[in-house]
């Protein structure tokens, strides 16, 4: 019987002792490394375009709030490809982004081009408001649901739009005959065309060596995309006729991003719309106007938004409403937004 309690205990003592040793183990053993997602997102701006460092920033934010399993890679220049390349892979579900426009979106979304049209919106609380309307947020659905865009962000505002040309402009007459440089979607073929100009479409990079050549007589564009573009060096006056409102958004594959997981689709949505933010405002407050007494320094002549006829730029932009038949959905923007023409 002792020989049997000796055994017992034995055996006992062992198999406590293996146990110990296989937690043992289990503890020294490294934890499973969670996945890595990479997103590559494309923008058409300079390296030294004010953009760049908002990317640059809301990327950093990412990865610091993700211990770098979500990486937003960013490639200035459109070193990825053309805007509508890259607009189509992200409909496809691929893992890269666009810094893209409502003018873009609208050939998927129609009535959702309204928000590029001329003497839209005046200000960046404007645009803030904007996302929380019903009817901007019914486009923003069918864009996910039904076009495989999933919109990030759109308060990046990229300050007004003006005319960049080498005769003054004060007046839509005085845009009669001038071939006209823009994006060559829909909505701002129609704006520049309903403000006065020819507008001729043409690719971002192509614009310096265009207006060497003659084949566009003129730009619209911000003080800042003129000053890092160098465009002071072909044409001589800019004049303030603000008559877009730049609203940038941020898109990516709703696929893609639906395949993350839930706490990092809020960072990449929270980051993004925060450093949107915070560029918009030195945008508009500070880059814009220092980006202004740059170009007057190079030589170009300012026409201020004082000499230029607003109210006949104005009444000249309903015609691309009209010819859109986008005015229904600006009135029904302009109702919930508690805004009057």
């Known amino acids: 019987m002792k020989k049997r309690i000796i055994l017992f205990l034995i055996l006992v003592a062992v198999v406590g002792s293996c146990q110990l040793f296989a937690e043992g183990k289990k503890e020294e053993a490294p934890a499973a490394e969670a996945k890595k997602y990479v997103l590559k997102f494309n923008h058409v701006l300079t390296p030294q375009d004010p953009y760049q460092k908002a990317f640059e920033k809301w990327a950093l934010a990412v990865s610091n709030r993700t211990n770098g399993n979500l990486t937003v890679e960013i490639y200035p220049s ?47 609380e404007e645009v803030i408001k904007l996302n929380d309307l019903p009817t901007v947020k019914a486009w923003k659905a069918e864009l996910e649901q039904k076009q495989g865009f999933k919109v990030l962000s759109f308060f990046w505002v990229q300050g007004f739009r003006q005319m960049i040309t080498n005769k003054p ?93 839930p706490e990092y689709q809020k960072i990449l949505e929270e980051e993004c719309n925060k450093a949107g933010l915070e560029v918009s405002r030195q945008y508009l407050e ?47 923007v302009y109702k919930e937004l508690g805004k009057t023409k």
């Open 78 to 124: 459109g070193q990825l490809g053309v805007e509508e390349d890259i607009l189509e892979q992200i409909k496809q579900g691929a893992n890269v982004g666009q810094n893209t426009d409502a003018a873009r979106l609208g050939q998927y979304v129609p009535a959702m081009a309204v928000m590029n049209a001329p003497y839209f919106v005046d200000s960046l």
């Open 286 to 332: 500070t880059i814009d106007v220092q980006s202004l007494k740059l170009l007057q320094a190079k030589g170009m002549t300012l026409i201020p938004a004082s000499e230029i006829d607003m109210k006949a730029f104005k009444a000249a932009g309903e015609k691309a409403y009209q010819k859109l038949n986008l005015t229904a959905a600006r009135d029904q």
């Open 169 to 261: 402009i004060r007046h839509p007459n005085d845009l009669a005959g001038l071939r006209i440089r823009t994006p060559g979607a829909p909505i701002w073929q129609e704006s520049i065309r309903a403000i006065g100009a020819t507008p001729v479409a043409m690719n971002y990079g192509d614009m310096y060596s265009g207006l060497q050549t003659k084949a566009i007589d003129g730009l619209e564009l911000s003080f800042t995309a003129t000053a890092t573009g160098n465009f002071f060096e072909v044409c001589k006056y800019a004049s303030e006729t603000k008559h877009i409102l730049r609203i940038n958004f941020e898109v990516i594959s709703s696929s893609w991003f639906n395949s993350l997981p």
